[in-house]
């Protein structure tokens, strides 16, 4: 193999798991480090720095992170990042005069943004204090898009959500609430040097079976991401004691645990497949079972049963799953009396609004087409990001998108080709203070994952927004912050030093280093003491060593940065350094190119 | 904050011997040598040896003199016994300790000036009754725990670190053990574990005194220009003699054995030698001496499993011992009383 180049940031980036995990990179060891040392604020802002909302989202990210989480590798149990990031913002003290802010001196462009959701509000928090004159429309009369509407108060107070998306409104974002885009071609014809599109993914999806238009007074099927945003602005307030929902995916969850809060008693999700295809999160099916919501499994709806103009049950096909054929095939019919149905099967985007003849294209299922890298449309000078781009995703999607979006716009407006982006870079810093002191707490520690504390189920249902989740204690989170295997803090070669003693070899407690010939990467992988299971993972291959010509092999993927290969070396040709991405922003665009 | 202990990661999946041991079971307390220190690399490849010959560890004795290879019995094995003796008298506990119980594998290691020097009469004699045991010479031709004197190992025109020249030609232990009578006599080297390996478990299949002189480098001390122990050195001047293979059960040794030697030994074990110089013989002890006379260049470091006898009579086959350690040996049988020595006494008039 050639020897390894550690000279691109994405080598080192890869093995901080989490942060290659995380579509905005946050840099999750480090914050990790930073709350261990009770420096709140920092770890708050480090993380705003690439999440934005680190408040909202350490109680609500779909946590891409925890499943590639190397300690999941180590004792089976992720580091609870999301929960940590809650403890950094929960007591976090007075940043405002940390925040980034919009200079009194505005550059002269002009950028308009559909809706006020994660992603619009991330593009002007990355472009108001380059200088930008950000204007929001959105049809609604509060921000944070499906964060308001959609997410429960039980899971995110408006408290949360008010402060995270009030500081960037604050910035100076000029916010149309109440104000519907209707088209895209007037709003062209305002003159704005950029638009951004973050409309979201509106719609629900609809289930035409026979009987779903035969009531005749008022409907009791409901449209999941329609009724939770009912409930959000208090339009809905009751349900039916029995409530069917029709789908098992994280809409689904809220809305049988809204259901739970709204006076539904015999509450029952309805899964076509079996466990292992649901599409909710296991933390959220855990929470909603808590709560006494019933799951059944291979039940396919069939139709509405009304009854005189009014909805009575539903009926399902009892279906049987084939494993070996990967299919199900329908073995009964039954018949589930029910007061309501709720809808939770997806959502879709809708563009009423965008006219199909400004030149901008659409593709497949009626999405935009959206260039992944610029998140530019066929349309120069409209960019797409969050769930308007490639449909339904997450918050931290949504936020990843939009900063690359502010990339492009801000290129966009001085007259850069979009697609010229500024590069990642890094910085290697080494960590070690003196014999056996590393300036990190490299001991490994056994602990398991701590678990949260929730409100007990007695109290829990007394008023709809009251969150369930308490936070860490004290004691928990000095534990989980333990945990952490420092992944950023990496084990830096320098070959020319190595003497080939060996020492490293025999500490390594992970049996993650060889020195042998060289071979082909099939070939070499076959060499090592501890069988490579995880090709994802780099394989570390030095220049030919001094002494021998071999080379020195390390498979990054079991090590768990003890840091006791640094200390055993005699010539010091092992460091930890601790690993700083240097993630590209719109601000960076700008340095990139003034000089 | 630091921590320089190794953790035992759950998750990472272990090998397991016959006994359901893992080869993390055999190791010891952190290594507190010198970081590089080639007496590390010693211990490690005795864990890995025990490990694979799965020997239950409360059948290991471990003996040590005094000197930093005197101290790594405590980085092997936790689980077994042992004897920190004073300087140069390990193999005089040793030989007690073997006279009492035959049953336990005794591993003792010592270095070049433990041996060479202050122990080298308590060697000679253990050589001579054949004790069955290993016996290590963690070589580094200096004195290293008292910061690096010349050694009786030491070269002539090696220098110190500060480029003084020995000027007293060496022992060469391995010279030593032949002339002497030693059963199993080796040279390895600590930064050769794939060839050190195989040495140190063939020690332990041995029946008889097996000398192994281990070339290991003081990083400390000894490891400059101008040095004739240290790891550049070695690399560039070691010539491997053999090409071994151990059988650990001889009866499924495989392959054919044209043009090799091969040894059984009592254990059960099979070696098999192949590709050997075709002046040399490694039963013959004639042919090593002769072999190795002829090669003693100053700038060749000979390695390899030189001489292998395993017909001669051991400490408790000299001495006509009973078979059963003495601890399981009943006290009327051991101490038969006053007047069983009148009797014996008797005998002598
Ligand atoms: C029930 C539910 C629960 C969820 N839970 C989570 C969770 O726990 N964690 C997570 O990460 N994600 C969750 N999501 C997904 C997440 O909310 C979205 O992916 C995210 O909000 C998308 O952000 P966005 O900015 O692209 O769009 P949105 O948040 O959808 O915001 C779009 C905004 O645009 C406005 N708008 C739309 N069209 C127009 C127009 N023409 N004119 C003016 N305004 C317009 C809308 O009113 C809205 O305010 C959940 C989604 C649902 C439905
Ligand atoms: C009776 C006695 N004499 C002298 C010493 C001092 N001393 C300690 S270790 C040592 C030599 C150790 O050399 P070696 O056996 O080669 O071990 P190394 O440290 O090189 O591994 C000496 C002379 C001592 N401890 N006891
Ligand atoms: S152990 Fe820590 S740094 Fe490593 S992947 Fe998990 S959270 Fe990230
Ligand atoms: S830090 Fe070094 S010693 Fe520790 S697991 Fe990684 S490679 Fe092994
Ligand atoms: S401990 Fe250092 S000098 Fe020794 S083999 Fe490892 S990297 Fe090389
Ligand atoms: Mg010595």
Known sequence: ?595 | MASITKPLIPLVELERNELGLTVRDYEGAMSTLCAGCGHDSVTATIVRAVFELAIPPHMISKLSGIGCSSKTPAYFVRGAHGFNSVHGRMVAIATGANAANRKLHYIGVSGDGDSLSIGIGHLAHAIRRNVNMLYLIENNGVYGLTKGQFSASTDVNSTSKRGEPNLLPPIDPVMLGLSLGATFVARGFSGNKEHLLPLIKAGLEHTGFALIDVISPCVQFNDHEGSTKSYLFTRHHEVQVDDFTLFQDGIHANGSDDGAVTVSMHSGALLRFRSLPADYDPTDRASAIAYLERHKAPDEVLTGLFYVNEAAPDLHELNKTVTEPLVAVPFERLCPGASALEELQKSFV
């Open chain 1, 1 to 595: 193999m050639d020897p390894t180049d550690v000279a691109d940031p994405t080598y080192y980036h890869r093995v901080v798991d989490c942060q290659w995990a995380c579509p905005a990179h946050t840099n999750v060891p480090e914050y990790i480090r930073l709350i261990a040392q009770g420096r709140y604020d920092d770890a708050y802002l480090l993380n705003r720095e690439s999440n934005v909302f680190p408040a909202i989202l350490g109680r609500t990210c779909d946590r891409p992170c925890e499943p590639a989480c190397r300690r999941t590798r180590v004792d089976g149990e992720a580091v609870a990042i999301c929960r940590l990031k809650r403890v950094a913002a929960d007591l976090r003290g007075d940043v405002a005069d940390r925040l980034p802010r919009a200079p009194a001196e505005k550059n002269g462009k002009r950028i308009a943004c559909v809706g006020a959701g994660p992603a619009s509000l991330t593009v002007a928090n990355d472009l108001l204090p380059l200088g930008y004159a950000v204007t929001i429309f959105e049809q609604h009369e509060t921000a944070g898009g499906l964060m308001r509407t959609n997410i429960p108060a039980f899971r995110l107070p408006a408290s949360v959500l008010d402060e995270e998306t009030q500081v960037i409104i604050d910035m100076g974002v000029d916010i149309r609430y109440g104000t519907r885009v209707t088209s895209l071609r007037a709003l062209l014809a305002e003159g704005y040097d950029a638009v951004f599109v973050g409309s979201g993914a509106p719609r629900g999806k609809e289930l035409e079976l026979p009987g779903r238009r035969d009531e005749t007074g008022e409907t009791h099927i409901h449209i999941g991401i329609d009724w939770l945003e009912s409930i959000a602005f208090g339009h809905t307030t009751s349900i039916g004691e029995r409530v069917l929902i029709i789908g098992v995916g994280n809409t689904a969850m809220d809305c049988c645990r809204s259901s739970r809060r709204l006076g539904g008693k015999d509450i029952k999700v309805m899964a076509r497949r079996p466990r292992g295809f649901f599409k909710a999160s296991p933390w959220e099916l855990e929470d909603a079972e808590e709560e006494g919501v019933e799951i059944l499994v291979n039940h396919s709806p069939k139709r509405f049963v009304v009854e005189n103009g009014k909805l009575t049950g539903m009926e399902f096909e009892i279906l049987e799953w084939d494993e070996p054929a990967a299919h199900s095939r329908v073995v009964d019919t039954v018949v589930l009396p029910c007061d309501d149905v709720i809808l939770a099967i997806g959502q879709e985007n809708a563009f009423p609004w965008i006219e199909r003849d400004l030149g901008l294209r659409f593709g497949e299922w009626d999405l935009p087409i959206v260039d992944e890298k610029t998140m530019e449309s066929t349309l120069p000078g409209v960019f797409f990001g969050g769930d308007s781009a490639f449909g339904p995703k997450n918050i931290i999607w949504a936020v990843a998108h939009a900063h690359e979006a502010a990339i492009s716009i801000h290129n966009h407006c001085q007259g850069v080709p979009v697609d010229q982006r500024p590069p990642f870079g890094m910085n290697l810093i080494s960590q070690k203070m003196g014999i056996s002191q590393w300036s990190y707490a490299n001991d490994f520690n056994p602990a398991g994952r701590q678990q949260m504390d929730h409100v007990e189920l007695s109290r829990r249902f007394s008023a709809l927004n009251l969150e369930v989740e308490l936070g860490f204690s004290a004691e928990q989170t000095a534990r989980e912050v333990q945990r952490c295997l420092n992944c950023d803090i990496q084990t830096v070669f320098s070959g020319p030093l190595c003497i080939e003693c060996d020492a490293c070899i025999d500490v390594c407690p992970a049996s993650c280093l060889t020195i042998t010939a060289n071979g082909s990467e099939g070939e070499l992988a076959s060499r090592l003491p501890a069988p490579r299971t995880n090709p994802e993972q780099g394989l570390y291959v030095s220049a030919p060593l001094p002494q021998t010509g071999r080379v020195m092999v390390k498979d990054e993927n079991v090590c768990v940065h003890c840091g006791l290969c640094a200390e055993r070396c005699p010539t010091a040709a092992w460091d930890m350094e601790r690993f700083e991405l240097k993630i590209p922003y719109a601000k960076d665009a700008t340095v990139a190119w003034s000089r």
